[in-house]
């Protein structure tokens, strides 16, 4: 090495040393403005006034969020509209999730039994499966329930409905809302709803599972078997509690992406039992054009769903302990 | 409690055949060591024993019963698991009394026999903490007490020792052996530790390949092995290839002296084990065939050491315990060997290859 080059090396390392992390800096900032700012624009403009003709002004207002609470000719009249679509939004996302995971509990725990090879077919199938847009899952959906070409043609023609109305169900069906006098129906109902959220997220709840499940020591379940477990016991006293923390992280994820569908509601829910998150698209882009009302229901459901973020995260530390 | 008798067992697995027509009598209160290199169906045939895996043919029979298609959990043979399988999210006394909870046991009667079980092993105070703040000793212990629980009529043991350090081990055995003898429960061990074996077992089974090679007592399996791979795989040995000739056996150009079974008539190529503790060094008076053999290496271990020679015949080790003879012995040093005629086991050539 020439006596040149030995000088250099040094100078240009401390010069690096010295100099200011731009590249950095540069993709903090990028990272925090492309993570940050869509929030805090929703955030801001919550608080905002609406201005005809779909835009709105700064301003710090609480009116948004107290119509969303107890309605906008508060105190004069209390309404709980928005409230009740915060709830059929939580009441969904919950039966939803739950569904979901518990299905996929039983097929994820048989699965991991399975050969290797045959463990990689089912989970190259599961994860291909999740290319499906939600709109394409829906309308397959909407077709398999629809009253004059899905299920309940089906039912009709092989002569379920009869049966049913024989055996006395159809009342029991029709009281819950999933028969008309006619024949059965599925659409609209909360059973179609929460049917079709548990079908877009069931694939995710698989692969949630998997990793905890295939992980569990066999042995332990071979033991219980000794021991005098039966199947169910072994599932109950040894599977599921090795996996506790595991399915309960799954169900809350799984919650609150489903606070967020929107397809899916929109089709198969009653008017009436629609949920916050098609408010908000409605507040935002649909007939009334009410950015800052639309954003003052995100952010809610933003919050509720940090909330049971923290709840599950409570939960599970406190399980840990 | 009943003895087990397994009637021509065999597993397959796919096209390989893990376990070979086993017939083998465990009597009552019999503690049997399953011995046998990795690999050679020991651990599956406790599997299929304990109704974890199904047999592809036989029958297993409890007493006058057939339980070869019974479900694990109603044969109820009390396990312990080579990673002892305890339950994580149980307390130790939890994990003791699973099988009595799951029965339906009353709290107070599964409290007192936990109690109890600890105590047994050792355990006691132990009760109330978690299977994470245990050693591996303790959580062996705990495993044993669980699988002691529900009063088994056979108590199956795969590896047990395995995951101790080498110590404890040894502690463990001698330990587990006064239990089993205190509670006279049938007991079936698998391991591949020959000094495991040889220190539990009332009977000893060599496997091999998914085959028994050898059944019996620990002394007449290290002492009177039948096949070249029993010679080999218990113990240590010098293997010396032959041809009988009149009664004796010629490996080179000596002529050896053993009680040769009469099987072997002259022509058949042979092979010889002599265990490196039985032949002499320069000592006279003793009946056998005598070698002239020089010192290659010496091997001092503290209570043994081991000679190294090269014979007439071949290489050969010789172990001397401490004590037996204070001779020094140097490398290049000349000396005669002795084989006793007792000392030495024939068998046809070939087998340990194919072993």
């Given amino acids: ?321 | 409690m009943k003895g087990l008798h397994l009637a021509g067992i065999y597993k397959d697995f796919g096209s390989v055949r893990a376990v070979e027509n086993i017939k083998l009598d465990f009597a009552e209160g019999e503690l049997t060591a399953l011995l046998g290199p990795s690999g050679c169906g020991k651990t599956t045939l406790l599997r299929m024993i304990a109704g974890l895996e199904m047999p592809s043919g036989g029958s297993i029979l409890l007493g006058e019963d057939n339980i070869t298609a019974l479900a694990a959990h109603k044969r109820r043979f009390g396990m312990v698991f080579q990673n002892f399988a305890l339950f994580p999210h149980l307390s130790v006394r939890e994990n003791v009394v699973y099988s009595l909870v799951i029965a339906g046991t009353s709290k107070s009667d599964a409290i007192d026999t936990g109690e109890r079980l600890l105590d047994l092993v050792q355990l006691s105070g132990y009760g109330d903490r978690r299977i994470g703040e245990l050693s591996g000793g303790q959580r062996q212990r705990v495993a044993i007490a669980r699988a002691l629980a529900q009063e088994p009529e056979v108590f199956l043991l795969d590896e047990p020792m395995s995951a101790l350090d080498a110590k404890l081990r040894e502690d463990m055995q001698v330990e587990l052996r006064l239990l089993q003898q205190r509670l006279g429960i049938t007991t079936i061990v698998v391991t591949h530790d020959q000094r495991e074996a040889m220190t539990m077992a009332d009977k000893i089974v060599v496997m091999s390949q998914g085959r028994v090679e050898q059944v019996g007592p620990p002394q007449q399996i290290y002492h009177r092995p039948e096949n070249a791979f029993v010679a080999d795989f218990i113990g240590k040995a010098n293997f010396f290839d032959g041809v009988v000739e009149a009664g004796k056996v010629r490996v080179g150009q000596s002529l050896l002296e053993l009680k040769t079974p009469a099987e072997f008539i002259s022509g058949s190529p042979v092979q010889i084990a002599c265990r490196p503790e039985t032949p002499y060094l320069d000592s006279d008076g003793i009946a056998g065939s005598r070698l002239k053999a020089s010192v290659t290496f010496v091997r001092d271990v503290g209570p043994v050491r081991d000679i190294h020679l090269q014979t007439e015949i071949g290489p050969m080790i010789v172990e001397y315990a401490r004590g037996e003879t204070e001779r020094s012995f140097t490398v290049g040093q000349e000396t005669i060997v002795t084989l006793p005629v007792e000392g030495l086991h024939v068998f046809p050539r070939n087998e340990r290859a194919a072993a």
Avoid at chain 1, 53 to 59: R, V
Avoid at chain 1, 192 to 199: G, P, S
């Fill in chain 1, 1 to 321: 090495m020439s006596a040149a080059s030995q000088v250099v090396v040094p100078m240009t390392v401390a010069a690096a040393a010295k100099r200011p992390p731009l590249a950095r800096i540069a993709i903090w900032v990028v990272t925090l403005f492309l993570c940050l700012t869509p929030f805090l624009l929703v955030i801001v403009i919550s608080f905002g006034h609406k201005v005809e003709g779909a835009s709105w002004e700064w301003a710090f207002s609480l009116d948004n969020y107290q119509r969303v609470f107890v309605g906008a000719n508060w105190p004069d009249e209390v309404t709980f509209l928005y409230l009740q679509k915060l709830y059929y939004s939580l009441y969904y996302a919950v039966i939803a999730s739950v569904l979901a995971v518990l299905t996929a509990f039983p097929f994820t725990y048989l699965m991991t039994g399975l050969s290797k090879r045959a463990q990689s077919v089912w989970l190259v199938f599961i994860l291909s499966s999740l290319s499906l847009s939600e709109v394409f899952i829906v309308m397959g959906w909407d077709v398999l329930l629809s009253n004059r070409s899905g299920l309940p043609m089906v039912f009709k023609a092989t002569g379920l409905t009869q049966w049913l109305k024989d055996v006395g169900w159809f009342d029991t069906l029709r009281d819950w809302g999933l028969a008309n006098p006619r024949n059965v129906k599925f659409k609209t109902s909360v059973f179609a709803t929460v049917l079709t959220m548990a079908y877009l997220v069931w694939p995710y709840a698989v692969i949630l599972l998997y990793p905890p499940l295939s992980r569990l020591d066999r042995s332990m379940t071979e033991a219980a078997r000794t021991m005098g477990a039966g199947p169910w016991t072994v599932i109950r006293t040894v599977v599921l509690p090795a996996v506790r923390l595991p399915l309960i992280g799954s169900v809350l994820l799984l919650f609150v992406f489903l606070l967020g569908v929107y397809v899916a509601v929109t089709v198969f829910a009653e008017p009436a039992k629609q949920t916050m998150a098609v408010s908000v698209y409605e507040a935002v882009r649909g007939n009334t054009l009410n950015a800052p009302f639309g954003s003052a229901q995100a952010v809610i459901l933003l919050l509720t769903a940090g909330l049971f973020l923290t709840l599950g995260q409570w939960l599970t530390r406190r399980n840990a302990s």
